[in-house]
T-cell receptor, first 123, second 107 residues
Framework: QVQLQESGPGLVKPSETLSLTCTVS??????????WSWIRQPPGKGLEWIGY?????????NPSLKSRVTISVDTSKNQFSLKLSSVTAADTAVYYC?????FGVGMPYFDYWGQGTLVTVSS | DIQMTQSPSSLSASVGDRVTITCRAS??????LAWYQQKPGKAPKLLLY???RLESGVPSRFSGSGSGTDYTLTISSLQPEDFATYYC?????????FGQGTRLEIK
């Protein structure tokens, strides 16, 4: 059974960089079949896709965040990470990591999710 | 970007009711649609993908249909554990987008 677990600071100051890591167990980030993804949800609001990384290192980011986002993978630790720079209060959200699966061709849907971690941007 | 619009935004129903939630895409998405269930304080759970394919382990009272721009999620007989918020997601093109959610409440 695949499990994902987010970790990182729960409080980030405005203008600084948010950094989160997702540790995968029961599966490998080196698998060629999956897209390792980040999704966020502001308190009381809906879901926003941030981006994904493929095992090869190729990435795809939401254009709304692209200038501030970096997703990377560490195959030796079976982890992938999110960095979001120049954060503001609008970046306060629960951040989820998820495994993306492609059915046929196209973009992925998300079949396994971490429990989520709340990141608050405040001084 | 493809905009996903769900209706209704909220819905009250009783145990045993048949419920339908609709998701409309701003352009055709060729059945590249997933449905998720989210309970308070929990991560979303995948229910269906490819518009109508049931994820393993999901009860058969959940079903999906649709084509082109219009899709539906149906719960045939509501159970107490089904009261939650439901989201649709298109994966036809990037950026991946979600509907705004439908909150299903107990009447």
């Amino acid at each position: 059974q695949v499990q994902l677990q987010e970790s990182g600071p729960g409080l980030v100051k405005p203008s600084e960089t948010l950094s989160l890591t997702c540790t995968v167990s029961g599966g490998s980030v080196s698998s060629g079949s999956y897209y390792w993804s980040w999704i966020r949800q502001p308190p009381g609001k809906g879901l926003e896709w941030i981006g994904y990384i493929y095992y090869s290192g190729s990435t795809n980011y939401n254009p709304s965040l692209k200038s501030r986002v970096t997703i990377s993978v560490d195959t030796s630790k079976n982890q992938f990470s999110l960095k979001l720079s120049s954060v503001t209060a609008a970046d306060t959200a629960v951040y989820y990591c998820a495994r993306g699966t492609v059915f046929g061709v196209g973009m992925p849907y998300f079949d396994y999710w971490g429990q989520g971690t709340l990141v608050t941007v405040s001084s | 970007d493809i905009q996903m619009t769900q209706s209704p935004s909220s819905l009250s129903a009783s145990v045993g009711d048949r419920v339908t939630i609709t998701c409309r895409a701003s352009q055709g998405i060729s059945n590249s649609l997933a449905w998720y269930q989210q309970k308070p304080g929990k991560a979303p759970k995948l229910l269906l993908y490819a518009a109508s394919r049931l994820e393993s382990g999901v009860p058969s009272r959940f079903s999906g249909s649709g084509s082109g721009t219009d899709y539906t999620l149906t719960i045939s007989s509501l159970q107490p554990e089904d009261f939650a918020t439901y989201y649709c997601q298109q994966y036809y093109s990037t950026p991946i987008t979600f509907g705004q959610g439908t909150r299903l409440e107990i009447k």
